[in-house]
């Protein structure tokens, strides 16, 4: 007897009765895996952050010239533990460097599940990054995505060494590199302020990468959901000068 016709008297179903049930099954998982991204419909934990994309970009920066002038706001972080111990729903997400000298919550005068954040050595969206947005966007409803880079970044400065040196770091801070070096090459070709150029065109390139990303942040831009802009935090003054506005 041959192997197929074996094949055939031990699973009565035959090989296209097989697939179907396979397929039946994959359907299923897939089903599964969207309820646990599903929205629920009970109240959000701050009705204050749900806000349009312009009103997020202008709470921000209201929040910035607090900060700037030293007037920042008192949190009741009690209360705020016991509102968000059952979800959250932040009215903006950044991408900041990590930095110890840039803190998005302190910059902003924002509170408790207010703002998402996502740090990374060079503020650069990778993998896992535009995941995680992808999240903030789909499932908590966040109307304003913020890049947010900053002056005498050590990330984007050793970036321009390892190119000018053609030397790369020790480490897996080569792959921090990799994802800088399109902004620092740039800026090496314009010659000037290098770092300087090579920080803002880091925030724009990352703000295109963002904006550009299918399918889930690339349709909440074009159905008007969603902005995606890019700042340059300043360490002596505290001030995030906008950039890349769409």
């Known amino acids: 007897m041959c ?14 009765r097989r697939s179907a049930m396979q397929l039946a099954v994959a359907a299923l998982g897939v089903t599964f895996a969207g309820r646990a991204f599903a929205k629920d419909n009970k109240a959000p934990p701050k009705p204050q952050n749900v806000l349009s994309p312009n009103a997020a970009l202008k709470r921000l920066m209201d929040g910035n010239a607090r900060y700037v002038d030293g007037v920042t706001r008192r949190h009741d972080f009690k209360h705020e533990r016991e509102v968000l111990a059952g979800g959250q729903n932040p009215f903006a997400a ?13 910059a902003f005068d924002t509170a408790r599940g207010d703002l998402f954040v996502c740090r990374v050595a060079g503020n650069f969206a990778g993998t896992e990054t535009i ?12 109307p304003l995505i913020l890049v947010l880079g900053h002056d005498a970044c050590g990330a984007v400065d050793a970036t321009l060494k390892a190119l000018k040196d053609d030397k790369p ?6 792959s921090l590199v990799d994802a800088i070096a399109p902004a620092a090459k740039a800026a090496m070709q314009q010659g000037g302020d290098v770092l300087d150029k090579a920080i803002r ?12 990303a299918a399918p889930i942040l690339n349709a909440a831009v074009e159905q008007g959901k969603l902005k995606i802009t890019g700042g340059v935090y300043r360490l002596k003054t505290g ?3 906008p950039i890349a506005q769409s």
Request: contains cysteine; aromatic residues 4%.
């Open 169 to 174: 770091p020790p480490g897996h801070i080569p």
């Open 239 to 241: 001030t995030v000068d």
């Open 131 to 142: 995941a995680s947005m992808e999240y903030a966007v789909a499932v908590l409803n966040v």
């Open 3 to 16: 192997d197929q016709c074996s094949e055939s008297m031990l699973d009565p179903y035959g090989p296209s």
């Open 201 to 212: 065109q880091n925030v724009i390139d990352n703000v295109a990468k963002l904006k550009s």
């Open 94 to 106: 950044v991408l900041s460097c990590a930095d110890s000298r840039i803190a998005p919550e302190y």
